[in-house]
């Protein structure tokens, strides 16, 4: 990859450049820029072999508290960009700067923006394995690279040979193949998934029963409209002020509320709503004994 533009002529920025791909050094650089122009110091203490640096941020004018060890040359920001995006944040930049560091500690980027972040185990032509990035390697790994080198080389070295010779290498690895196979069983289903998700599954399931909810109306079952109608024939019956009869309605529900009725004077309507308020009183009543 080619060298981005740089801001200034800067050590820390260079290597920036340098160390981070196109385009986390673009966010990487906007960092840089507001380092150099929108802070300022608010406070130094030092505690426990560490530097408390407070820089106040002019753009969000707001206060961020900056931890760095001069020995470790470890950092940490208030403002947690680091931790949520990788890359150094414009107020432990600002401390780098003034510290006079010309390169970006190891603990202050993550490897996965940087250029470097797909190197891995590589081998040449001789079989030799190179190690990038990685600090632990598994033994069987590397032998399978040298393997895979072996083949590679034996591949090219039989390009251009006859035909015999080819033949001969496959009934060579044929024959190895199938004496593998009696000391190794297949592998089942099972297996070949606990394999791939790297653990072991558990063959023992514990259920446990659901937690009771209690929110309003449980516990209530709800009444089909047989067991309605048997509940409402257990209640006494009452007289209708609207239709005259003894039944299990009032005047306010009657099936035959909106039938026509013949004119009545003024003595039958104030009976009538004298027999009205009594049966009201009757029903709350009911209600009461029935609570």
């Given at each position: 990859?080619?060298?981005?533009?740089?801001?200034?002529?800067?050590?820390?920025?260079?290597d920036?450049?340098?160390?981070?791909?196109?385009?986390?050094?673009?966010?990487?650089?906007?960092?840089?820029?507001?380092s150099t122009?929108?802070?300022?110091?608010?406070?130094?203490?030092e505690?426990?072999?560490?530097?408390?640096?407070?820089?106040?941020d002019a753009?969000?004018?707001?206060?961020?508290?900056?931890?760095?060890?001069?020995?470790?040359?470890e950092?940490?920001?208030t403002c947690?960009?680091?931790?949520?995006?990788?890359?150094?944040?414009r107020?432990i930049?600002?401390?780098?700067?003034?510290?006079?560091?010309?390169?970006?500690?190891?603990?202050?980027?993550?490897?996965?923006?940087?250029?470097?972040?797909?190197?891995?185990?590589k081998?040449?032509?001789?079989?030799?394995?190179?190690?990038?990035?990685?600090?632990?390697?598994?033994?069987?790994?590397?032998?399978?690279?040298?393997?895979?080198?072996?083949?590679?080389e034996?591949m090219?070295?039989?390009?251009?040979?006859?035909k015999?010779h080819?033949?001969?290498?496959?009934?060579l690895?044929?024959e190895?193949?199938e004496?593998?196979?009696?000391?190794?069983?297949?592998m089942?289903?099972?297996?070949?998934?606990?394999?791939?998700?790297?653990?072991?599954?558990?063959?023992?399931?514990?259920?446990?029963?659901?937690?009771?909810?209690?929110n309003?109306?449980?516990?209530?079952r709800?009444?089909?409209?047989?067991?309605?109608?048997?509940?409402?024939?257990?209640?006494?019956?009452?007289?209708?002020?609207?239709?005259k009869?003894?039944?299990?309605?009032?005047?306010?529900?009657?099936?035959?509320?909106?039938?026509?009725?013949?004119?009545?004077?003024?003595?039958d309507?104030?009976?009538?709503?004298e027999?009205?308020?009594?049966?009201?009183?009757?029903?709350n009543?009911?209600?009461?004994?029935?609570?």
């Amino acid at each position: 990859q080619s060298t981005p533009q740089l801001f200034s002529k800067s050590a820390l920025e260079s290597d920036g450049a340098r160390l981070f791909t196109h385009a986390v050094f673009e966010e990487f650089q906007e960092e840089y820029k507001c380092s150099t122009n929108t802070l300022t110091s608010r406070g130094f203490s030092e505690s426990n072999n560490m530097e408390l640096n407070t820089v106040k941020d002019a753009l969000r004018n707001r206060n961020f508290i900056v931890q760095y060890n001069p020995g470790t040359l470890e950092s940490s920001c208030t403002c947690k960009l680091f931790e949520r995006r990788g890359v150094p944040c414009r107020h432990i930049l600002w401390i780098y700067l003034g510290n006079g560091l010309e390169k970006i500690p190891e603990s202050s980027f993550a490897k996965r923006w940087t250029r470097d972040a797909l190197r891995d185990i590589k081998s040449n032509h001789k079989g030799c394995v190179g190690v990038g990035d990685v600090d632990i390697i598994d033994k069987k790994q590397i032998e399978m690279t040298k393997l895979w080198s072996e083949v590679h080389e034996t591949m090219g070295v039989l390009i251009g040979r006859e035909k015999e010779h080819v033949e001969e290498l496959c009934k060579l690895i044929k024959e190895f193949r199938e004496t593998l196979l009696p000391s190794v069983p297949p592998m089942t289903k099972h297996q070949e998934l606990e394999e791939l998700l790297g653990c072991a599954t558990n063959n023992e399931i514990t259920i446990l029963p659901p937690k009771i909810s209690k929110n309003k109306g449980s516990g209530k079952r709800m009444l089909s409209n047989k067991a309605k109608a048997v509940a409402c024939a257990s209640k006494p019956k009452r007289m209708c002020n609207n239709c005259k009869q003894m039944a299990h309605h009032d005047k306010r529900n009657c099936p035959n509320l909106f039938v026509e009725r013949p004119p009545q004077n003024v003595d039958d309507e104030e009976e009538e709503e004298e027999e009205d308020e009594e049966e009201e009183e009757e029903e709350n009543e009911d209600d009461e004994l029935e609570d």
